[in-house]
């Protein structure tokens, strides 16, 4: 029996019946949109001559190079290099940051060469009033179409002028915070007076070591020796039967020392670095400030060592807590923040806006203490409103954010339980180091430490948003920093 073929005609019916089935199912799961998570950048072309084209990367890389010198964190300035280029009609740049360089990189298109541009940061400091006017150099060039070469001309002098202040007052500016942290932490006239002599002769001191090219690891640690060879001295005095009107708090110099030499380390900073994505400089800013720490800590732990060799009679102070008074603790932080933007050379608008919002910060963590938050706790929603108003009210008022967190974040940060950690380290047990005894305070320091960073990160996060739309540019400095959402 033999079996027919099936007709030529029969088998293209099928075999298209087939094939359309086939392309119905890839329809149906094929995605028709492209991926949601841009790949690279657009690959156009950039109508530059090439002189334009040199002009407008050296003006945006040097731009990029001054505010990292002067404090700025990774993406404000990714953001505003890129800000600064698409006003040229720069589209397809990349730049690129680590702790010590900056690099801009331009495709010009398939036709003309790319260039690509690196600068080495060689210094950081604190400089606010100069990072403020490069900001407005840059709404200029936004907002006002300022041509490339003018807007060279303006760096050169934002650069190139003095600061607004002499060295001796933001020699004195530096010490008279400490004088504030004092009262802030409940020491009398007595006690302000001496942690002000104090920071000063720690002012002094570490410039005279970085004039000579001293390590910044063994500057910090002579900075920790000074006020606990302050406070050793003062209790031998006690322990001699030396009687001081207002009475005398050893304990509070050294807190008030470890409080000041933070001060000038970049934990906002690092920390918002690392929630931004940019885990390379995140990395080296949060090293940096580990060693410079582990310098006031070997400075701390070796005068303390010396002195219960010596026999010295060594307790720790009940004086260091919080002052009780609300408005006590309200006027010295305000106090404090004005005399730390003195300190970094910030203009008089971006100081009132520093202070005012200290002194909010302060009022929120003294609420939550006082609704029984523990001290992590309440420094996180403190630091959480710290953020989210300074981005709020800098982007406003045009003041720098970063400015108005720093100051509002330094009555908060964790000097007493650094000291309490160290004291009782070398202290408890009666013999040797027991690292047990000083633990717990040294954690709860960490955890504060920890808390202040979050808190401020959460807080711009939320803060961005609320002062206007992302640009473009922003959007792009901050997409690494996203969660890893499925494209």
């Known amino acids: 029996m033999s079996t027919r073929s099936p007709s030529p005609r029969r088998a293209h019916s099928r075999s298209q019946s087939?094939?359309?089935?086939r392309e119905r199912a890839q329809w149906a799961l094929r995605a028709h949109n492209p991926p949601t998570t841009p790949i690279g950048i657009g690959s156009w072309a950039n109508e530059l001559g090439e002189r334009q084209a040199r002009a407008v990367i050296d003006l945006s890389?040097?731009?990029?190079?001054?505010?990292?010198?002067?404090?700025?964190?990774?993406?404000?300035?990714?953001?505003?290099?890129?800000?600064?280029?698409?006003?040229?009609?720069?589209?397809?740049?990349h730049v690129d940051i680590t702790y010590t360089s900056i690099t801009v990189s331009m495709h010009r298109g398939v036709d003309d060469d790319p260039l690509s541009v690196m600068r080495i940061v060689r210094t950081r400091a604190a400089d606010y009033t100069r990072l403020q006017r490069l900001q407005e150099l840059v709404r200029a060039v936004v907002e006002e179409n300022l041509g490339a070469d003018e807007a060279r001309a303006q760096l050169d002098g934002i650069l190139r002028s003095p600061h607004?202040?002499?060295?001796?007052?933001?020699?004195?500016?530096f010490a008279l915070m400490a004088g504030g942290i004092t009262g802030l932490l409940g020491g009398g006239i007595v006690m302000i007076v001496i942690s002000t002599l104090t920071t000063a002769l720690i002012d002094r001191v570490q410039r005279w070591l970085a004039e000579r090219g001293l390590a910044a690891f063994f500057s910090q640690a002579v900075g920790g020796a000074i006020p606990t060879s302050v406070a050793v001295g003062l209790y031998a005095a006690q322990s001699a039967g030396v009687e001081v009107v207002g009475g005398i708090s050893p304990s509070l110099v050294v807190a008030t020392g470890i409080i000041v030499l933070l001060t000038g380390l970049s934990v906002v900073g690092s920390a918002q670095d690392a929630l931004d994505g940019y885990y390379v400089t995140a990395g080296a800013r949060i090293l940096e400030v580990l060693m410079m720490t582990l310098g006031v800590v070997a400075g701390v732990l070796g005068v303390?060592?010396?002195?219960?060799?010596?026999?010295?009679?060594?307790?720790?102070?009940?004086?260091?807590?919080?002052?009780?008074?609300?408005?006590?603790?309200?006027?010295?932080?305000?106090?404090?923040?004005?005399?730390?933007?003195?300190s970094t050379y910030t203009g008089f608008r971006a100081t009132i806006v520093g202070m005012l919002t200290a002194g909010l910060g302060w009022v929120v963590y003294y609420s939550g203490s006082e609704l029984g938050f523990g001290r992590p706790t309440a420094s996180a929603v403190a630091a959480l409103v710290i953020g989210a108003v300074a981005q709020l009210v800098g982007h406003r008022l045009r003041v720098p954010s970063l400015v108005v967190t720093t100051a509002g974040i330094i009555p908060l940060l964790p000097g007493t339980p650094?000291?309490?950690?160290?004291?009782?380290?070398?202290?408890?047990?009666?013999?040797?180091?027991?690292?047990?005894?000083?633990?717990?305070?040294?954690?709860?320091?960490?955890?504060?430490?920890?808390?202040?960073?979050?808190?401020?990160?959460?807080?711009?996060?939320?803060?961005?948003?609320?002062?206007?739309?992302?640009?473009?540019?922003?959007?792009?400095?901050?997409r690494r920093s996203r969660s890893h959402a499925r494209q």
């Open 18 to 21: 087939a094939r359309a089935l």
């Open 61 to 93: 890389l040097r731009v990029g190079e001054a505010m990292l010198s002067t404090g700025a964190s990774a993406a404000d300035v990714v953001a505003t290099v890129l800000r600064l280029m698409s006003a040229y009609d720069v589209h397809s740049a």
């Open 164 to 173: 607004p202040y002499n060295r001796g007052i933001v020699a004195w500016a």
């Open 304 to 342: 303390l060592a010396l002195a219960a060799q010596l026999g010295v009679p060594m307790s720790i102070s009940t004086a260091v807590g919080l002052n009780p008074g609300l408005f006590v603790t309200v006027g010295a932080t305000l106090f404090t923040a004005f005399m730390f933007c003195i």
């Open 418 to 478: 650094v000291y309490r950690g160290l004291f009782e380290m070398l202290q408890g047990g009666g013999t040797g180091v027991n690292a047990t005894e000083g633990l717990p305070g040294l954690v709860e320091a960490g955890a504060v430490g920890l808390a202040l960073a979050g808190g401020v990160s959460l807080g711009t996060f939320l803060g961005r948003p609320a002062r206007t739309a992302l640009d473009r540019s922003m959007r792009r400095a901050l």
